[in-house]
């Protein structure tokens, strides 16, 4: 075998003294497949126990190394945290087998957990993994023999093309913290165009994981390692957005400029937090496809459904409150109060609308607002990165708070609210 992987390749690629990768056809299939070896690191200085992005990291690698196809997953003793299914096997007890050993802190791209599965190493070969920064953070061993006490060391492997010693982390200090967060955000981007996830901002999801814009990349997943960080559920989180979003109308009743820019500033953010608790949810990796105690699908879905609805509320509450700041003053005549009291009051229900069917699962996209994205290509105009992804409606409002006059971010609120009758208006009959 060759220590160099390929997907499509198996034959030998040149490297003197190496067998080519032909799987043994006396062994059955079952034991060509390797295993997981989760080793203790005693240089490790930061908490290998803390959650990674929500899930602890010898949970995530044992998770993707069953999905990639290894037989089982065996722990040395004296780990941090024990993974779920895991097998304890003391030092030196008989371990044979192919086998990938790793310490407990590290992170293995899948992408190289499914070729070790596809492409077996022969008994007599074995190779050393090492991180980003030069450090040893895996053996992979054709036959490992026994439970090993320390990390073996052999020759690196021969990288495949397209992957490299960035596709592992090994956290050891706390600042290679960030480094196993950036590699986790990139696998599973990569995995949520194909989990088959449930969710209404599938596209969303995998463009914030796997930060494509500089917005993404600077604020979203920035603000997503803090959520996950936080330890709260998704549902708490979805709450918490719910209500940042909704206090942007009270406040917006003090009618000063200060008021006025604080709405606008918890209208961005209680929508920014909850379009990224999809992404969240995805990387805590919850149910799929969540369902009921009668095994129907769930219609009230954590981090989708009320995190959806939470634009259209948060629009309709302060359009509300803006309108009747508006109303309320005295120098305005009766007439233009009455219009603006009926082009406000028609702009909240159109997004309560949406609100309710969002809410009850209905078909949301009748009245859902036109995307900025589609709308800018048509123009053949190129949106600069930092705008890309980052929500354009409410950045307008809060800038438009800035003016300190509440017509301006009324403008914006009503003009939107127009714009959701767009799919209803030009959408063909049925």
Not at 389 to 400: F, V
Request: glycine share 8%; charged share 20%; net charge negative.
């Amino acid at each position: 075998m060759s220590g160099e992987f390929t997907a499509g390749n198996t034959e030998p690629d040149g490297a003197a003294g190496r067998a080519s990768r032909v799987p043994r056809g006396d062994s059955p299939a079952g034991e060509l497949r390797p295993k997981l070896v989760l080793l203790p690191d005693p240089e490790a200085r930061a908490r290998l126990a803390a959650p990674l992005l929500g899930i602890p990291l010898a949970q995530r690698t044992t998770s993707a190394a069953r999905e990639a196809g290894f037989s089982e997953v065996v722990a040395a003793p004296g780990l941090a945290i024990s993974p779920e299914g895991a097998r304890e096997v003391a030092t030196g007890e008989e371990l044979s087998g192919p086998a990938l050993v790793v310490f407990e802190g590290t992170f293995v791209d899948p992408k190289l957990l499914r070729l070790m599965v596809e492409h077996p190493l022969e008994a007599d070969e074995r190779f050393s993994l090492y991180d980003g920064v030069a450090r040893p953070a895996g053996f992979f061993a054709g036959e490992l023999g026994a439970m090993p006490a320390i990390m073996p060391v052999a020759e690196e492997l021969d990288w495949p093309e397209s992957l490299g010693p960035e596709d592992i982390a090994r956290v050891v200090y706390p600042e290679d913290v960030e480094r196993a967060e950036w590699l986790v955000l990139r696998t599973e981007a990569r995995r949520s165009r194909t989990s088959g996830w449930r969710g209404t901002e599938t596209e969303h999801v995998h463009r914030s994981l796997a930060g494509e814009s500089r917005w993404h990349r600077e604020i979203s997943v920035r603000t997503l390692r803090w959520l996950a960080r936080s330890n709260l559920a998704v549902a708490q989180l979805e709450l918490l957005a719910l209500g940042v979003a909704l206090a942007s109308g009270p406040v917006a009743l003090v009618n000063s400029w200060a008021g006025l820019v604080l709405a606008g500033l918890l209208l961005l953010l209680g929508v920014h937090v909850s379009r990224l608790l999809a992404p969240l949810r995805f990387l805590r990796d919850e149910a799929m496809n969540p369902r009921d105690e009668f095994g129907r699908p769930e219609i009230w879905v954590p981090g989708d459904t009320l995190a959806g609805a939470t634009r259209p509320l948060a629009h309709a509450t302060l359009t509300v409150c803006l309108t009747y700041v508006l109303v309320a003053e005295t120098d305005r005549s009766n007439v233009a109060a009455l219009v603006l009291l009926a082009v406000g009051g028609v702009s909240a229900l159109l997004s309560l609308a949406h609100a309710r069917a969002r809410l009850r699962g209905d078909d949301a996209r009748i009245l859902e607002l036109p995307r900025s994205a589609a709308l800018i290509k048509r123009l053949g105009v190129t949106m600069p990165s930092w705008l890309q992804g980052a929500p354009l409606l409410e950045m307008a409002t809060a800038i438009g708070a800035l003016s300190g006059e509440p017509g301006v971010p009324w403008t914006v609120l009503a003009g939107s609210a127009v714009a959701r009758l767009w799919r209803w208006f030009t959408s063909p009959v049925p």
